[in-house]
């Protein structure tokens, strides 16, 4: 059965830095471009970033630059590099497979002084 488990969220100060990661089980990596997201309260989950199976990346607007995507295909694990975070990244982050299946819990990331 496939799983997705997210970790690695906390409480940050404006400029800080996180690491998400997710670690992924019941299926193999390899063969799927991965995602995350995020959903901000009373606001629809929007796209993060992606990295492909081979290991290209796109990245929105908003995170361009600050955040990095990343993979580890021995480790089953797509990590989330989080830099100079602003208060307006605060959210339940998440990670999925493109095409996307089951959502885990995601981890909560809160940017405040």
């Known amino acids: 059965q496939l799983q997705l488990v997210e970790s690695g969220g906390g409480l940050v100060q404006p400029g800080g830095s996180l690491r998400l990661s997710c670690a992924a089980s019941?299926?193999?990596?390899?063969?799927?471009?991965m995602g995350w997201y995020r959903q901000a309260p009373g606001k629809q989950r929007e796209w993060v970033a992606i990295?492909?199976?081979?290991?290209?990346?796109n990245y929105a607007d908003s995170v361009k630059g600050r955040f990095t995507i990343s993979r580890d295909n021995a480790k089953n694990t797509v990590y989330l590099q989080m830099n100079s975070l602003k208060p307006e990244d605060t959210a339940v982050y998440y990670c999925?497979?493109?095409?996307?299946?089951?959502w885990g819990q995601g981890t909560q990331v809160t940017v405040s002084s």
């Open positions: 019941g299926f193999t990596l390899d063969d799927y471009a």
């Open positions: 999925n497979t493109i095409p996307s299946n089951s």
């Open positions: 990295i492909t199976s081979g290991g290209n990346t």
